[in-house]
């Protein structure tokens, strides 16, 4: 079972940045595997916003993300971030790395991935933007 750790949740105001991270077990990272930042709000679905495929070479971001999230890594911590920018009220969910290091399947640059394309998942990190 591979464990993913997401921290650098919290709160902030409408317009305002976090940067979440996603620690993976040792040899379990992007490069290897395709990895994805899922949110969930209250009686909402779980929904992905952002997932990162082929070792970075392919990246998907949800149309309500594009242009303020921003999947990163970091090669010298192997963590995968989510930068988030401009946050709105709307993105108040908790979210969740996951990451599949057997068939990953990519449905390409506007199919969302779905939660059922990832058997490894985080705790979560609860996002909170007030306006």
């Known amino acids: 079972q591979v464990e993913l750790v997401e921290s650098g949740g919290g709160s902030v105001q409408a317009g305002g940045s976090l940067r979440l991270s996603c620690a993976s077990t040792?040899?379990?990272?992007?490069?290897?595997?395709?990895m994805a930042w899922f949110r969930q709000a209250p009686g909402k679905e779980r929904e992905g916003v952002a997932a990162?495929?082929?070792?970075?070479?392919?990246?998907y971001y949800a149309d309500s993300v594009k242009g303020r999230f921003t999947i990163s890594h970091l090669n010298a911590k192997d963590t995968l971030d989510l930068e988030m920018k401009s946050l709105k009220p709307e993105d108040t969910a908790m979210y969740y790395c996951?990451?599949?290091?057997?068939?990953?399947?990519?449905?390409?640059?506007?199919?969302?991935?779905?939660?059922?394309?990832?058997?490894?998942w985080g705790q979560g990190t609860q996002v909170t933007v007030s306006s």
């Open positions: 996951a990451g599949n290091w057997g068939r990953c399947v990519w449905r390409g640059y506007l199919t969302p991935p779905t939660a059922n394309d990832f058997d490894n």
């Open positions: 040792p040899g379990y990272t992007y490069r290897t595997g395709c």
């Open positions: 990162i495929y082929a070792a970075g070479e392919k990246t």
